[in-house]
């Protein structure tokens, strides 16, 4: 019996074994789980990204910037949640792709074929490399200017591409570049003359300006690049495919240019003697109102630093203020409007304050639900400056031409129309100077910016007081490039 029962098991043993021997060579057949897959198995997309005013930052409402904003909405296009990681700089967040640790680098990463163990995705957005300098040194117009100047840049960012390339025909060329630094220590350093010049680019400069007044705008250098995402380059392409339809279905339907112009579109409007001025102020004068902002701010669910930038574009924070038209006081009310809202004493600074507050909530109570944030804001500020009336005078026009009235960069163009014979005779209220109105919105939210930047949470880039004084030099962050000789 004992015997009957092993010569069964060993021909089961045997029927078992040349089974799994006819389907060895067919295992590498079989389908593996591809990176998208994977990412959906696990139900979150990793990225690696950057801690930095253009790419990921936490903001009043939680975490925000262009790439944070991207990879959020590859998440829900993939349906699946997000987790980020930004405690890194570049060459970490290569490596994190690299080694599969990332599924994606969003971190203003510089499309670069040649890179090693990476694959990047479309093009999302054109980068210009700048060299900036600081104010007072003679001109840097060209790259003869920069010769035996200390020059800094940020490594495998993709401006150092472009100083390698320039070069060639300037051997005598040199710089120091570092992986620990950002585009805002860059410029702090040239602010503070620890460096003469650097190269960064130029959307990074244009949002940072302001916050470094001793910093000049030199000259482009070399070609435009694109800012891409990185994947791992492991001959799977699935996510690397998905990710591409994604970026092409933003770009069709115009929001990766509503992105794109939300967070980098801003004018060079604002001279650097005014955000002296500006930043000078909210040291001296804005402390005596803060308190009142926040109060007003509580009740009519703005923003305190929005209604401080109105008081500023108003009247420089100033409560006995007086316009030729009649309009006073911090947020400079009309008398119907102060009647309206129930303020006795147009200068005295808690009343306006509280009055211009509750005003802006209303006119923008009576916006079209249709407008959404952030454009919904903006929109009422031009209302609050212009009226009402003006206001849908300029969304018909914006109609009129075939735009959609719910955008405010769309109501932005228009507004000006509003000044022109043939567009303000087809409205309802007239002719008005619509560029003032754009003015007034721009300059706004310039000022929210800086307030923003100076008591943004945890003061994560640069305090107050640091943009009065030079901090400690970080040369030793920096690795020497030599010439090529």
Known sequence: ???????????????????????????????????????????????????????????????????????????????????????????????????????????????????????????????????????????????????????????????????????????????????????????????????????????????????????????????????????????????????????????????????IEQYFGHDDYLEYVGARHFIRQARQRLPDYIDTFKAAAAESGFDWKLLAAVGYQESHWDPDAVSPTGVRGLMMLTTPTANHMGVDDRTDAEQSINGGARYLASVKSRLPESIPEPDRTWVALAAYNIGLGHLFDARHVVKLRGGNPDRWQDIRTALPLLQERKWYRQVRHGFVQGNIAVFYVRNIRRYYEILNYIYRSQQQFYPLNELSRDPESTDDAFDTVPPVL
Do not use: C
């Not at 959020?72 to 699946?80: E, I, N, Q, S």
């Open 1 to 259: 019996m004992l015997n009957t029962l092993t010569g069964r098991l060993r021909w089961l043993l045997a029927l078992l074994l040349g089974t799994i021997a006819l389907l060895l060579p067919n295992l590498a057949l079989l389908p593996h789980t591809s990176s998208l897959d994977a990412v959906k198995a696990r139900d979150f997309l990793q990225v690696f990204t950057r801690n930095t005013p253009t790419t990921f930052y936490e903001g009043r409402q939680g975490p925000t910037g262009f790439e944070y904003e991207l990879s959020r909405r590859f998440a829900d296009y993939l349906g699946v949640s997000l987790a980020v990681d930004h405690n890194h700089n570049i060459a970490s967040v290569l490596d994190g792709v690299r080694t599969g640790q990332a599924d994606l680098g969003a971190a203003g990463l510089a499309l670069d074929p040649s890179a090693f163990g990476v694959r990047f995705s479309r093009p999302i957005m054109t980068m210009q490399p700048l060299v900036v300098y600081r104010r007072g040194q003679p001109p840097i117009t060209s790259l003869d200017d920069l010769l035996d100047r200390n020059i800094g840049v940020i490594a495998n960012s993709g401006a150092d591409l472009a100083l390698r390339d320039a070069q060639r025909d300037h051997p005598g060329l040199s710089w120091k570049q570092t992986s620990d630094l950002e585009a805002t220590d860059l410029l702090r350093l040239v602010n503070n003359g620890t460096l003469d010049a650097a190269v960064i680019y130029a959307h990074q400069f244009r949002l940072n300006r302001l916050f470094f007044p001793g910093v000049e705008n030199g000259f482009t250098l070399g070609n435009t690049l694109t800012l891409a995402w990185a994947f791992p380059d492991n001959g799977d392409f699935a996510l690397l495919d998905e990710a591409n339809a994604f970026i092409d279905t933003l770009r069709a339907n115009g929001t990766l240019t509503a992105l």
